[in-house]
């Protein structure tokens, strides 16, 4: 999970952080950003973001082989 969360962008990590807070309000700002401990998230919260994820990875495959049928159809169209 770390990896992916490591991928997102910055509208992506709010929307994760948006999660966490429905769960807990426990963090440490630093200059790096925020630290939350995984040991005091719920088992809800931490499916809540897998399932977060399973979306975003989802959304980018589909976005992924919507660009190659539209590549192909220009292809076709010139």
Do not use: P, W
Not at 47 to 67: P, W
């Amino acid at each position: 999970m770390k990896d992916q969360l490591d991928t997102m962008d910055v509208h992506e990590h709010a929307q994760v952080l948006s999660i966490i807070r429905k769960y807990t309000e426990h963090s440490t700002k630093t200059q790096n950003g925020l630290l939350i401990s995984t040991d005091t998230l719920s088992d809800e919260c931490l499916t809540e973001i897998n399932s977060y994820i399973t979306f975003l990875h989802d959304q980018r495959t589909r976005m992924s082989e919507d660009n190659k049928v539209r590549k192909s159809y220009e292809r076709m169209i010139q």
